[in-house]
């Protein structure tokens, strides 16, 4: 910010005889008195007003969101950063999207922490360091092409919940698909994500649908990335079949011997092969079938 002067205005230093004589001459003011630059800066009290107003407008970004929420939000983002997330287009969409709009009101001097937070329904809207995580695994899939400005190429996300994630996805995706069983979280979703669009230039091309996520959505397929924010015992068939060959799935899902859920990434190689990894533990809400 700039330094708009304050109480150091006021000199404590011993008089300048020659300085005091008064009047002085046109030539002995400003920038032709060897003066210290804080003097100088004194004389020209528009110089720091106009560089506040920069920072301002800086500041705002061309959003028009409040002050506060921008600082918060680059807050989150250096944390996301230390903890350990790395690929910079992630961590640029953590800093466009604005998550506050996605929580309801009283939540939202929680919005910036890296908590999961209710949405309605029973369901919650997850920590944004596990959202980073499972999206820079989509991002690091064996058959990102050329295109890395998209690096989630045509996405498919199962769980649109309040449709956070599904922004993010957008900034990094050709198209995204997002599915939710529950109508109202559909609708929420849907309302939200046109608050955003009233906000950011270029929205968020992101395609809702009401429906059965385990059944993926076979009009869109195949898909280069598929993301699910919601955890069952084993991935449904269609998931499987709608991954893109060079595609990656990032899942929770049950790990089959007792110790909860973990992160699942199944791999489609060109050759058609699959290849199933996972990392580590990870606390989803139910994957479900139907809808309501
Ligand atoms: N990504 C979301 C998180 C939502 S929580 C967000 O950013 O807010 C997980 C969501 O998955 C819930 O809304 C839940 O209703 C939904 N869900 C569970 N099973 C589903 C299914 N079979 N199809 C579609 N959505 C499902």
Redesign the pocket.
Known sequence: MADLGGPAAVSNKAPDRKASRFPLRLDQMGSGRPAASRDNLLLRPQAPLQAAERDRKAIMAPQGLGLDSVHVRMRMVDRLKADGLQNPRVLAAFARVPRHL?VDTALVNQAYEDTSLP?G?G????KPSV?GAMIALLCARPGLGADATRPLGMCL??????????A?LADLARQVI?????RD?HLK?RHNLDAVRRQLPGSPDVRLVY?????GHAPSAPYDTII???G?RSLPQAWLDQLAPGGRLVAPMDDGRGLGQVLTVVDRHLDGRLQQTSSGAVL????????T
């Open positions: 996605f949405i329904l369901q919650t809207i997850s959202v996300e199962i769980g649109t919940g309040c449709g956070y994630q599904a993010l997002s599915i939710e069983r529950l979280l979703a429906g059965d996520g385990m059944l699910a924010a919601a069952g989803f809400v139910p994957l479900k079938s139907g809808i």
